[in-house]
């Protein structure tokens, strides 16, 4: 066969290809047109003109023996379908809304776009007549000029979600039924002219700490809104500087802690004496921005002999953003825990002697996590680690945020990425880089978990880097280095540790570095490092990256019990995670909430009522998708998340809340 006759015969098969994949047809009265993919289609009309009654879109339809997806509502598939009633749901299935799809139709109930929409075009629902509220998906990208114009049935509220880049003008106008506004985006979304001219309401709530972004654009003003608040209210403290006392009718007892309910009461307990006065207990009830005011620790107070915290702090599992400094000094007797920090780079000049984001040092801190990055230039001396300079027990905390140590000259450096030094750790672990630069020091100590250890260390990972920069330097996976300091019996435990981070360093252990050790009883037992590690010495047993990410390597790692287990969902770049995220207790203090199906492969249903918001956190605890303004019948799409276990907390309005796990297959 000559090329050109095999030319010939190849453009007529893509010829052919091009014009099925233009093929129409019609299912029941609708009318739909093969996409380019060859597996889905554009809805492009109606057979025989717009009947009577509720439309129905399916998400698949048959054709000669295959099913197409309906991906796309064509440009101008039903406008002027005057007769149509009820409600319209599109499909899951649907990424776009075409130009005038269904504008001047007769609906008249409720609008669900569904979770995929990613454009909606100019004109596409504009003149109908719809009721309820307008809750925009999540992966909504643009939406055209005039989408939603005249739509004058909307009467509840419009929520336009994060995802939201572009509005072209006149797209809500004259939708004057609404009475509420949300945009949930934390930069305002770019947007044209008039977009809400003429519109049902005249305030807009954005989220906390956004305020100033939009009141300084398009959306404030002529075809925007003329006030716009944020939503700080009571789920979020900005701190202001100021300071105010607590309620002072709860004892400070164990069964009746002083409540700390908003950031100035917390500025209130860095004014105070303890070391005077018999600990108390206290409880954080809200979450607090201290918006990267100076900060000074709760405990310190420079004029006085005994500057210490005394007493017992539970966070309730609530988050601090943007501290600038420690939060508390060295806490004498007592305990800190259930809490999280978050936000800008923490940054500290001349720095000496010990630092933690958490606190400088405590007999206790449990279930703290760090997400902020942590710069410290140092001076004299450092103990430092993103939860604890240096502490006696240190249980279930982690640190997700990058710790840098710059110094000249110290007389020593124990840098760890949960403490610089500890007495026992138990269930810790850290995943974000550390890089020490010192001159000169001569007794430098560096651990991924702890930079020095007394007595025991158990359970716990590192999967962050570690550079350090300093000849008289050691470097462990783990920990630095060991010490008989307040253990008499010189004995010493690692157990059940990994190191998968990468170690840059003069000195080096797979799991402890230092090995010179005199009188000492050392344990490290069922212990691992990652073989691109040179280690020293013989401390714990090298594998290879593919080794650690396997079932047998959880095994091995569980043999005193099961503390670890595979890494599902990939976010911990495939090594064990902890087993107990996989173990939440369930809290239904919200009754009455229903979640189906589960387990399930994409779509969730969310039913209760008065419903508020969804938080959805994965294995390791990270929230990986928000629903604020949510319906009392909610969809969630799923389909972007990897398989896997989720938490879904649901609160109402009340802000009664429940947690349930969801499990997604692929």
Not at 166 to 177: L, M, S
Not at 225 to 242: R, Y
Not at 486 to 515: D, H, R
Request: glycine share 10%; proline share 3%.
């Amino acid at each position: 066969m000559t090329m050109k006759k095999i030319t010939l015969i190849i453009i007529a098969v893509l010829m052919g290809s091009a014009l099925y994949a233009q093929e129409t047809f019609h299912y029941g009265d609708l009318t739909y047109k093969i996409n380019d993919d060859g597996v889905s289609v554009t809805l492009t009309g109606h057979v025989l003109g717009c009947h009577p009654g509720e439309l129905t879109i399916p998400t698949m339809v048959p054709y000669n023996g295959n099913l197409y997806a309906v991906t796309v509502i064509g440009d101008m598939a039903l406008n002027r379908c005057y007769y149509f009633t009820g409600s319209l749901i599109i499909p899951n299935t649907v990424s776009e809304i075409g130009y005038g799809a269904f504008a001047q139709c007769g609906f008249d109930g409720t609008l669900t776009i569904g979770c995929n929409v990613r454009k909606i075009g100019s004109h596409a629902f504009s003149s109908d007549n719809f009721t309820g509220s307008l809750i925009l998906p999540e992966s909504l990208d643009t939406i055209g000029y005039l989408a939603f114009a005249w739509n004058e049935g909307f009467n509840d509220k419009l929520v336009i979600p994060s995802s939201v880049k572009y509005i072209d003008h006149e797209a809500f106008a004259w939708c004057n039924g609404f009475s509420e506004a949300y945009s949930l985006a934390t930069e305002p979304p770019t947007m044209s002219y008039s977009v809400f001219y003429d519109f049902g309401c005249s305030t807009l709530t954005v989220p906390c700490g956004s305020l100033s972004a939009y009141e300084n654009s398009s959306w404030h003003g002529d075809g925007g809104f003329s006030t716009i608040v944020d939503d700080c209210g009571v789920n979020l403290s900005v701190w202001d500087g100021s300071v105010e006392p607590w309620d002072t009718i709860h004892a400070g007892t164990a069964d009746d802690p002083i409540l700390i309910e908003n950031a100035a009461q917390l500025a209130r307990m860095s004014q105070l004496v303890y070391c005077s006065q018999e600990p108390k207990y206290y409880k954080l009830t809200t979450d607090i921005d201290l918006d990267n005011r100076l900060w000074n620790p709760i405990g310190y107070i420079a004029s006085i002999s005994c500057p210490e915290f005394n007493g017992y702090f539970d966070g309730d599992n609530h988050t601090i953003y943007n501290p600038s400094n420690t939060l508390f000094y060295y806490t004498y007797d007592g305990y800190i825990k259930n809490l999280t920090t978050r936000g800008y780079v923490v940054y500290r000049e001349a720095e000496y002697y010990n630092f933690g984001l958490i606190t400088y040092g405590a007999p206790l801190v449990e279930n703290c996590h760090n997400y902020c990055d942590i710069i410290i230039n140092a001076n004299s001396r450092m103990e430092a680690g993103a939860i604890a300079g240096e502490c006696g027990t240190v249980i279930n905390c982690s640190n997700h945020g990058t710790i840098t140590i710059n110094a000249n000259n110290l007389s020593r450096c124990f840098v760890g990425g949960i403490a610089g030094e500890a007495s026992v750790i138990e269930e810790c672990y850290n995943t974000g880089d550390l890089t020490v630069e010192i001159s000169n020091c001569n007794n430098c100590k560096i651990g991924g978990v702890s930079g020095l250890i007394f007595n025991d260390l158990s359970h716990s990972f590192n999967t962050g880097n570690i550079t350090v920069n300093c000849e008289n330097s050691y470097t462990g996976g783990i920990a630095g280095d060991i010490t008989e300091n307040n253990n008499p019996l010189n004995n010493i435990s690692i157990n059940s540790c990994y190191n998968a981070g990468n170690i840059e360093a003069a000195n080096v252990g797979g799991i402890l570095a230092k090995t010179d050790y005199e009188n000492i009883t050392i344990n490290i037992a069922n212990c691992y490092y990652i073989n691109t590690i040179s280690s020293t010495n013989g401390y714990g047993t090298a594998k290879s990256d593919n080794e650690m990410k396997t079932q047998d390597f959880v095994n091995l790692l569980n043999a005193n019990g099961d503390f670890y287990a595979m890494d599902i969902m990939n976010v911990n770049k495939g090594y064990p995670v902890f087993e107990r995220y996989y173990s939440v207790e369930e809290n239904n203090n919200l009754e009455n909430v229903e979640i189906y199906p589960n387990p399930t492969n994409n779509l969730v249903t969310i039913s209760g009522e008065n419903l508020s918001k969804i938080e959805i956190f994965n294995i390791t605890g990270q929230m990986v998708l928000v629903f604020d303004y949510i319906n009392d019948n909610q969809t969630i799409d799923l389909g972007n998340q990897p398989s896997g276990i989720y938490l879904f907390k649901i609160t109402d309005r009340n802000s009664y809340h429940c947690t349930q796990k969801v499990v997604k297959k692929d």
